[in-house]
């Protein structure tokens, strides 16, 4: 079955420093990787995927995630963090097989970026 | 272009009654979502339309709720004899084809009285 596990609730950082954002997948074959952004009152935006190709993959507003298939995760991280990064993240999996096109999201983990 | 839009964008109806939400995907998308999030909580599935392949809808949680949806267009999705537990932001998203990323609507808040 596949799967998404985002470990950590809340992530705190301090503005200017680096953000990292842990997500770990469990699925059949070949990934398809999505992180998503919810900031308050707002509809999830999409930030960035992984389908194939290099394992760090570019996003929207200087986010960047990495790929590690030996270790089933895909970590969203920033080189230095703004107050306006404070959201809700979700990574998502999408599903293959019997499930395939169905993504699969983790609990979310809510980003606090303090001045 | 337009993205997805939903409405209503609230609804607060009466326990019991039924009450349908609607989704415009982006013109083009084959793929369509339902998910709900409750307070507090993640997304929740509930069913995925793919152009004309039978839904998946192995998220819906009970036969109180039911999905449609026009060729590759509009999608309702209806709730009969609301409960109290169906209280949440219901959430349309659409996609160009299967897994490519999918475009989320800003939600419809349903709240049950």
């Known amino acids: 079955a596949q799967s998404v596990a985002q470990p950590e609730d809340q992530v705190n950082v301090a503005e200017g420093n680096p953000l990292t954002v842990k997500c770990t997948y469990s699925?059949?074959?070949?990934?398809?990787l999505f992180w998503y952004v919810q900031y308050p009152n707002r509809g999830l935006q999409f930030l960035l995927k992984?389908?194939?190709?290099?394992?760090l993959v570019k996003g929207s507003y200087g986010f960047e995630a990495e790929f590690n298939k030996s270790q089933t995760s895909f970590h969203l991280k920033k080189p230095s963090a703004l107050v306006s990064d404070s959201a809700l993240y979700f990574c998502?999996?999408?599903?293959?097989?019997?499930?395939?096109?169905?993504?699969?999201f983790g609990r979310g983990t809510q980003l606090t970026v303090w001045p | 272009g337009a993205g997805v839009s939903q409405s209503p964008s609230n609804k607060v109806t009466e326990k019991g009654k039924d009450v349908e939400l609607r989704c415009d995907p982006i013109?083009?998308?084959?793929?369509l979502y339902w998910y709900r999030q409750r307070l507090g909580q993640g997304l929740e599935f509930l069913i995925y339309?793919?152009?004309?392949?039978?839904?998946?809808k192995s998220g819906l949680p009970s036969d109180r709720f039911s999905a449609e949806r026009t060729g590759e267009s509009v999608s309702t999705l209806t709730i009969q004899r609301t409960q109290q537990e169906d209280s949440a932001v219901y959430l349309c998203?659409?996609?160009?084809?299967?897994?490519?990323?999918?475009?989320f609507g800003q939600g419809t808040r349903l709240t049950v009285v």
């Open positions: 998203a659409s996609g160009e084809y299967v897994n490519t990323e999918a475009f």
């Open positions: 699925v059949s074959g070949n990934p398809y």
């Open positions: 992984y389908i194939t190709g290099d394992n």
């Open positions: 998502a999996v999408s599903g293959r097989g019997s499930t395939l096109g169905r993504l699969y």
């Open positions: 013109s083009g998308h084959t793929a």
């Open positions: 339309f793919q152009g004309n392949s039978a839904p998946d």
